[in-house]
Structures are given as structure tokens and as C-alpha cells.
């Protein structure tokens, strides 16, 4: 069965840049029509989608964050990663790297475990 | 403050029948068959429980169901359980701008 795995560092300093990586486990990442997705949870809020990046390597973004997101894939370790740029304490939250469906469909399974981020100097 | 609104909690007895909306507008919930429903449980990752609106994955259990009535969405809990206590989230295809919108989540809370 398809299994993502989060992580990278757990304290990030405000303006820098956060660095997270997803690990998948039973399927390539470089075959079949699905999108590779970070959403994140602020504490106490609900979610909120990042952004994804297809197969073919297309991106995709969330407006709000656009400016300073950067998502890609690395084929060759079967893993995506989420760049965010200057980060502020408002960043702070759990991060989850999941799978989007084919095109024309949209839903998201199987999902991580989630990786906690904060921001703090 | 999300996309998609929530009620903030709801809660039932065992056995009983609860409902979560999920309010959204023409351009996201009204707009397109692809609302799908998220199980969360402290600590752990969520669980898709339905995707495009009504269909149920394999291994989810026949009490959780889907339907949709102009830009408001819902799940029903038919007979709750104990182990149904937990955070629910709806989601929601928003276009070619947003792609992507949640709800804020709702808390199920087994009385």
C-alpha cells in the first residue's frame, strides 16, 4: 500500500526558509496521472492546502502563498519537497504531505503523519 | 477563517444520528462534484472517509454517507460510535484559482 512519510527540520527561524521532504513508499512518484500535495493545520485551525505538484512536474499553488512556495519532485529518491520562504510565526503549524487523485477527480489518500513546523527565533 | 464553513462541534449519543454541513458557494461546494469528508484523530494522519460527494472508500464503515444539496454538503454519522469521536474536515474542489478549499473543522464529541 502507498505510505508518505514527512520530514526535515522542527524549528525554523522567522525569515528563514522551511525545508520538508515526503518519502512515498509503494508507488513511484514519476508514473500514474496524481498530484504530490502538502496541506498544513495551524494549531487550533483547520486546514489549509499548500499546494501540489503533478507527476509531470506542473505545479500548482495556493494564492495566498504563492509568492513563497516552491514544490518539487526528486524521482530519483521517490520523494516531493515544500520550500516556504520567509516564514513568520504564522507558518507555524503541522504539515501533511498527501496523494491528489487523477485529473478530474480530487481527493486526497493516503496522507502522512504530519511533520510539526514552528517558527520561532 | 476557512474557505468552507463548519460548525464548530456537534455531538450525540451512541447509536444516534448526527450530521456535519459544510457551507460553501457556486464557485466551490455548488459548483463541482468533488467534496470529499477527512476523519482526524489526535496525533494521527486524516482518513479519507468520502470523495466526490456520496462514494464511500473500501474499509469504511456503511454508517458514514455523503450527499449535497445546492452549495452546502453533508456527512451523516447514521448510528455513532465511540471511536467516530474526533475532528471531521470537508474539502472541496474550488476552481482553477483556489484548486483546493477546507473546511474549519467540526469536533464529534460521543455523549
Known amino acids: 500500500q502507498v505510505q508518505l512519510q514527512e520530514s526535515g527540520p522542527g524549528l525554523v527561524k522567522p525569515s528563514e526558509t522551511l525545508s520538508l521532504t515526503c518519502t512515498v513508499s509503494?508507488?513511484?512518484?514519476?508514473?500514474?496521472?496524481?498530484?504530490w500535495t502538502w496541506n498544513r493545520q495551524p494549531p487550533g485551525e483547520g486546514l489549509e492546502w499548500i499546494g501540489y505538484v503533478h507527476y509531470s512536474g506542473s505545479t500548482y499553488y495556493n494564492p495566498s502563498l504563492k509568492s513563497r512556495v516552491t514544490i518539487s519532485l526528486d524521482t530519483s529518491k521517490n520523494q516531493f519537497s515544500l520550500k516556504l520562504s520567509s516564514v513568520t510565526a504564522a507558518d507555524t503549524a503541522v504539515y501533511y504531505c498527501a496523494r491528489r487523485s487523477e485529473t478530474g477527480r480530487v481527493w486526497f489518500d493516503p496522507w502522512g503523519q504530519g511533520a510539526l513546523v514552528t517558527v520561532s527565533s | 477563517q476557512s474557505a468552507l464553513t463548519q460548525p464548530r462541534s456537534v455531538s450525540g449519543s451512541p447509536g444516534q444520528p448526527v450530521t456535519i454541513s459544510c457551507s460553501g458557494t457556486?464557485?466551490?461546494?455548488?459548483?463541482?462534484?468533488?467534496v470529499s469528508w477527512y476523519q482526524k484523530h489526535p496525533g494521527k494522519a486524516p482518513k479519507l472517509l468520502i470523495y466526490a460527494v456520496t462514494k464511500r472508500p473500501s474499509g469504511v464503515p456503511d454508517r458514514f454517507s455523503g450527499s449535497k444539496s445546492g452549495n452546502t454538503a453533508s456527512l451523516t454519522i447514521s448510528g455513532l460510535q465511540a471511536e467516530d469521536e474526533g475532528d471531521y474536515y470537508c474539502?472541496?474542489?474550488?476552481?482553477?484559482?483556489?484548486?483546493?478549499?477546507f473546511g474549519g473543522g467540526t469536533k464529534v464529541t460521543v455523549l
Open positions: 457556486s464557485s466551490d461546494v455548488g459548483g463541482y462534484s468533488h
Open positions: 474539502c472541496s474542489y474550488g476552481g482553477n484559482y483556489i484548486h483546493v478549499v
Open positions: 509503494g508507488a513511484s512518484i514519476s508514473s500514474g496521472d496524481y498530484y
